[in-house]
């Protein structure tokens, strides 16, 4: 099964909400999806979100890329030389992570389906059922507490909360959410890297102080805070989970042995696809981390990938933040991973199973 064409297309699919976070608000998922064709017929499917506010990725800069970098030197390639592709794709360009990530999910899913079975058992197999949480957006109190009620009544057991704004507020949304569902669902924070050290000290003890007890807090402070993130693991009892502080292998190294973090984010889109996503996993399980899989805002190509990974990978991926298809208005894809609420399943058919991908706007 060799390589012999790559193509693009865009998916556009709307939110059900407007998604707010303290970097961002988005209203609709636009991601570039990537098509790699072989000489036996079979497909392989990646998508890449243009995140510029965390990956840097646009999506004239994934195409790009892809076109231009990773595409020449993987025509003509074996599918069944899977790690040769793979560094191929990882040494084609600096950074870029989320067109590697597209092209990487495009290829796994072709070396699956050359085995004739679904993606998670190539990697290592397991349960094919997981649960993710949801995400509730930054808004007015009210307007968050509503949302969680709902999602409790959805059957969400886990709720990830949207803070990092304002923190006097931030304080007051996670006491009335708590308040709201405590004993129905367990409550994770996102300051999406939108406090200080210092306040996050200041909101966590609050919060504890005040009876409140958190799952997790996620990169409260910025990337590339490293000391900030160990300050405030160093103070707080709620657990610390870092996001966008680890983006490849050797950061989450790094970080482990700063003990700047409790858990470690593991997301496709940073980490340049699943070979990297699997080396961090291995990583955290040597030094005994737990990690979770989380995902952009992504329709159900990608999200479906990150979701065989957790499969496989979950004794030490343990908790599951892959909403992205919850929140959209409709899933256009037609696959083996069905979202059904709080509940991802995966069904027993080779790769990712993708039959259709509805509303695709093919590009030259």
């Not at 990725?57 to 592709?85: C, F, V, Y």
């Not at 290829?107 to 679904?118: E, G, K, S």
């Not at 405030?232 to 610390?240: K, L, M, N, S, Y």
Request: negative net charge; charged residues 25%.
């Amino acid at each position: 099964m060799k390589i012999t064409d790559i193509k693009f297309a865009m998916l556009r699919v709307p939110l059900k909400t407007p998604f707010k976070t303290a970097l961002r608000t988005v209203e609709k998922v636009e991601d570039v999806i990537v098509i790699v064709e072989t000489d036996t017929g079979h497909v392989g499917y990646g998508e890449a979100p243009a995140t510029a506010v965390i990956t840097g990725d646009t999506h004239g800069s994934i195409i790009e890329a892809i076109k231009t970098m990773i595409k020449p030197k993987l025509i003509g390639e074996e599918i069944e030389d899977l790690n040769r592709i793979t560094h191929l794709i990882q040494g084609s360009i600096v950074k870029n992570y989320s067109a590697k990530a597209a092209v990487e999910i495009a290829v796994y899913d072709l070396f699956a389906q050359r085995y004739n079975t679904p993606l998670y058992k190539i990697l290592g197999g397991g349960e094919p059922t997981i649960s993710t949480d949801i995400t509730i957006s930054v808004d007015y109190i009210d307007k968050m507490v509503k949302d969680s009620i709902d999602a409790v009544n959805q059957g969400f057991e886990t709720l990830k909360i949207k803070v990092g704004k304002d923190i006097g507020v931030d304080i007051e949304r996670v006491k009335a959410i708590y308040a709201a569902v405590e004993g129905k669902a367990l409550l994770r924070l996102d300051a999406n890297q939108g406090w200080t050290a210092k306040e996050a000290v200041y909101a966590l003890t609050k919060l504890e102080d005040a009876g409140v007890r958190l799952e997790l807090v996620e990169q409260p402070v910025k990337g590339y805070d490293l000391e900030g993130m160990k300050y405030i693991t160093e103070r707080v009892h709620t657990p610390v989970m870092a996001d966008e502080s680890t983006f490849g292998p050797k950061e989450v190294i790094d970080l482990i042995k700063m003990r700047a973090a409790d858990i470690i984010n593991i997301k496709l889109m940073k980490t340049g696809g699943i070979s990297n996503a699997i080396r961090i996993a291995d990583i955290a399980e040597t030094f005994d981390v737990q990690c979770m899989i989380g995902c952009m805002l992504e329709t159900s190509i990608s999200v479906a990938a990150a979701a065989h990974l957790a499969v496989a990978k979950s004794h030490v991926i343990t908790k599951v933040d892959l909403d992205g298809p919850s929140l959209c208005a409709f899933d256009p894809v037609v696959g083996n991973v069905k979202f059904n609420g709080a509940e991802i399943s995966i069904e027993n058919t080779p790769g990712l199973g993708i039959k259709e991908i509805k509303g695709l706007e093919m590009l030259r």
